[in-house]
């Protein structure tokens, strides 16, 4: 009977010991296959990561470093349904670990989720306050929200904590942009571009913001690095257009609002954009053509309205220009162009109380000094300044 039980003991160390010995060669193949999944992972071979990070979690299905390689790989192919999965495993697997937020976040922020991304980011910054591309990620989900103070608060602080990486720069500058703060705007972008010679979104938006500038030739050899660099972009071409129209460049800017269009023909702005063009060259039809089409994409467009009704003003058919000027402040009643616009035609038409109230109501509500001044030259036409 102790023979008998001797000899099962050995037999079940025997198998614990064959087992002991199975498990560790699984690890370490999963292990092999986690290293190779890295390795393409680092050069760029996105399928052949995904690949080898799958086998390494399906030997070891608990496996939070290969979820976290898999992850990155699928967001580097804009597969983000599947890294989000990932990703979110990751965080199950291992919830202390700053930087899963951190993918997460970024992950929900491509998927345009910016609240889930902004407490992916909070996460992280509870777990690891100084952790600089939660500020950047918090900061970025900031300004696609219009928050742009916070965006500026948190974007600052990922820049002291790293100021080698030209997203802060680049994405404050975006900032700065936004609120009109045109001379920040472009020294941050252009330290971006320091850093990263081939940042495309700090090209595009230094570009607006010579543009913005009255800086044209800046703005076009920007908006023209931007599009060598990402030629599919429907802004970079709309952006470039509008600098070559307000150069008098009408044949350049035609070509590029229609390549504009090609990009992106449910977007009303190109249309809007090269019927101004159309009609400044006195290809009236092809003008009045493309303000219809942009009214039909966004029938509460304001500035469809406001461009067609200028398109009737350039043909002189003044009372279609003053209906669709009227309807443009219906649809958005602070319209400062459209009031100008509006003055201007009664001008033309010898409605001077009209004209006059426009002009007032300019005088009231805008901020563009070139448009202020203009109106102040009507009232005095007018005998009113």
Not at 46 to 75: L, M, N, T, V
Not at 97 to 121: M, N, Q
Not at 126 to 137: H, M, S, T
Not at 258 to 270: E, H, M, R, T, V
Request: hydrophobic content about 40%; proline content about 3%; charged content about 25%.
């Amino acid at each position: 009977m102790v023979r008998r039980s001797r000899i099962v003991s050995i037999a079940l160390m025997v198998t614990i010991t064959v087992l002991v010995h199975s498990q560790q060669i699984q690890v370490k193949e999963a292990e092999t296959y986690f290293r190779i999944g890295q390795t393409f992972l680092h050069t760029g071979s996105y399928d052949a990561a995904i690949e080898a990070f799958s086998k390494a979690i399906q030997i070891k299905p608990d496996y939070w470093e290969a979820y976290e390689g898999r992850g990155c790989a699928y967001a580097n192919r804009g597969q983000f349904q599947e890294a989000l999965k990932d990703f979110s495993n990751l965080i199950r697997l291992n919830p202390n670990l700053p930087r899963a937020y951190v993918h997460r976040g970024l992950v929900y922020l491509h998927l345009k989720e910016t609240d889930k991304a902004i407490s992916d980011f909070n996460k992280t910054l509870e777990l690891e306050p100084q952790n600089d591309k939660a500020f950047l990620g918090r900061g970025t989900a900031y300004l696609s929200k219009g928050r742009y103070k916070e965006a500026l608060s948190d974007l600052t602080r990922a820049i002291e904590l790293n100021p080698k990486e030209a997203d802060g720069y680049a994405n404050r500058g975006a900032a700065y942009l936004a609120l009109d703060d045109l001379d920040r705007a472009i020294t941050d972008l252009t330290k971006a571009l320091q850093i990263n010679p081939r940042h495309v979104g700090a090209f595009h938006n230094r570009g607006k913001a010579y543009l913005l500038k009255g800086l044209y030739d800046l703005a076009i050899a920007d908006l023209t690095k931007a599009i060598q660099l990402h030629p599919n972009s429907f802004m970079a071409y709309y952006d470039r257009g509008t600098a070559y129209f307000r150069k008098g460049e009408y044949a350049r800017a035609l070509v590029d609002f229609s390549k504009a269009i090609d990009l992106n023909p449910q977007n009303p702005i190109g249309y809007i954009a090269r019927s101004a063009v159309y009609a400044v060259r006195k290809e009236y039809n092809h003008a009045l053509a493309d303000a219809n089409k942009a009214i039909a994409l966004e029938p509460k467009s304001a500035d469809a309205y406001l461009n067609r009704g200028f398109v009737y003003e350039q043909m002189e058919d003044y009372q279609k220009a003053v209906a669709d000027y009227t309807q443009a402040i219906s649809l958005k009643p602070d319209y400062d162009r459209a009031y100008f616009n509006r003055g201007m035609v009664y001008k033309k038409l010898g409605k001077k109380d009209g004209a006059i109230a426009d002009f007032k109501k300019v005088l009231e509500i805008s901020k563009d000094e070139e448009l202020r001044k203009a109106s102040e030259i009507a009232l005095k036409a007018l005998g009113e300044r």
